[in-house]
């Protein structure tokens, strides 16, 4: 795994504030866990492939805490509820001890629990458990789309909870990607895209909602989102605008970009709700999915390890802004941004420069070969001496050379292609049967460890 250190450390900090309850704290140390996360804590673990056995049981805590923060028919978090009233954030999850679900919460969660299935194979109790918590946060995800395809924050909670945003839609997104749904095959996605379509501003940019103008920010969750869905190409004139628009707003004079908040006014809320956005980590994903590997990629994945704490964590920071109250949630999404940016950018630098394959090289000697050779003819004037030679030759002489020669030929060329055929065949036998004996080898492994 590209950048192992960094993403090692800062997971390793973050489990060891793993709180009883399994969850991870919301934004710092000490706090109570947070849904939204211990859900990016977990993606970050099981897609990075951070599985050692002393995460494992870490993971199961964090999967336990998500099953048992998920709202239930039962719950009654404002303390209103009748039993006659059908709660409608069943299904859902809070951001962490909110009265309402959240979207973000919600589609984070959906999305890790699906990707924690393939490593529950031995648990068929827990299994179950986890397989229904996705049904039911589907469900809820589901039910809460808005008609014009988007999702807001807190659908329930009314007001600027309701109105779709981008942020909400990005997130509520996540917990269908797992699930291998695009724009192709899932009438839902398909009704996102649309939204995402029709919020687009003329300069290619997206704003926090439809209608306002566009920031980085919103305009890099866009167009990953349009990537992912298979909606969009990486060449495609939506992403080169969106990209160009990303580009021309860095900070004057320093490059990068800015943190940014967005502000909620819910019906049950006394003020305003703030939600800060991690606008570096967002861009940089973006450049990721759209296979932008340009110099600001370089750079951004340079400031981001530049900007790592000694003790493994991100606090949610910018070039010129720095929140030192929050730091878990900012290194969780951290690690998943600098982990595909890095498998993506430096394999296209390996890609750049890999070397030249062995035809290559032979190609090269034999030019070189066949130059040498025609430079030594002339200088030693062996050319004229060859022709007179050839000259005084009887024609049945000649045409025995000339047969011979061309029957050689014909069995250099198949003695060659026998050749390479049994070596291509042999080597793929060799892969074939030595990834057999990983997998087999790792399958036991697996086994033994939750045995």
């Not at 250099?412 to 004996?437: D, H, P, Q, V, Y």
Request: hydrophobic share 40%; glycine share 8%; charged share 20%.
């Amino acid at each position: 795994m590209p950048l192992r250190d960094p993403i090692n450390k800062a997971v390793e900090i973050l489990l060891s504030f793993q709180n009883e309850d399994g969850g991870i704290p919301a934004v710092k140390p000490g706090q109570a866990s947070g849904c939204w996360t211990t859900s990016d804590t977990l993606e970050d673990i099981l897609t990075a492939g951070i599985i050692t056995s002393h995460s494992i049981s870490s993971v199961k805590r964090m999967l336990d805490f998500l099953l048992a923060s998920q709202i239930s028919k039962d719950a009654d978090m404002l303390g209103t509820r009748t039993d006659s009233i059908e709660n409608p954030d069943v299904g859902g999850w809070p951001l962490f001890l909110g009265a309402h679900a959240s979207t973000m919460a919600t589609g984070h969660a959906v999305g890790a629990l699906r990707l924690a299935l393939k490593f529950l194979d031995d648990d068929s109790g827990r299994t179950q458990r986890v397989e229904n918590a996705i049904r039911l946060g589907l469900r809820w995800l589901e039910s809460n789309q808005n008609d014009d395809g988007g999702w807001g924050p807190e659908p329930t909670a009314g007001k600027d909870g309701r109105e779709s945003k981008i942020v909400a839609t990005f997130y509520a997104l996540i917990a269908y990607r797992y699930r291998g749904a695009n724009f192709q095959n899932s009438r839902t996605v398909r009704k996102a895209v649309e939204f995402l379509l029709s919020a687009r501003n003329r300069d290619g940019s997206w704003g926090f909602v439809r209608g306002l103008e566009g920031d980085p920010c919103n305009t890099a969750r866009a167009v990953t989102c349009l990537i992912r869905t298979g909606y969009c190409k990486p060449d495609s004139q939506i992403v080169k605008k969106a990209l160009g628009f990303i580009l021309r707003n860095q900070l004057p004079g320093i490059g990068l970009w800015d943190l940014a908040v967005e502000g909620f006014f819910f019906e049950d809320a006394s003020g305003q709700l703030v939600y800060n956005n991690n606008t570096v980590c967002d861009v940089l994903v973006a450049f990721a999915e759209c296979e932008y590997f340009g110099r600001e990629t370089h750079k951004t994945l340079a400031w981001l390890l530049e900007s790592q704490e000694e003790n493994g964590l991100w606090h949610l920071s910018s070039p010129i802004k720095e929140i030192q109250d929050i730091s878990t949630w900012s290194t969780a999404e951290w690690i998943f941004a600098i982990d595909l940016a890095s498998r993506k950018y430096l394999g296209h630098i390996t890609k750049i420069y890999k070397a030249p394959s062995p035809w290559r090289i032979r190609l090269l000697v034999g030019a070189l070969i066949a130059i040498t050779a025609v430079d030594t003819i002339y200088a030693f004037r062996i050319w004229d001496r060859l022709v007179a030679w050839w000259m005084g030759l009887p024609i049945e002489t000649k045409n025995f050379i000339i047969g011979a020669l061309i029957v050689a030929l014909l069995i250099n060329l198949i003695a060659a292609a026998i050749f390479e055929f049994s070596r291509g065949f042999f080597r793929r036998l060799g892969k074939n049967l030595l990834s057999w004996a990983q997998a087999r080898a790792s399958r036991k492994k697996h086994e033994n460890q939750y045995s």
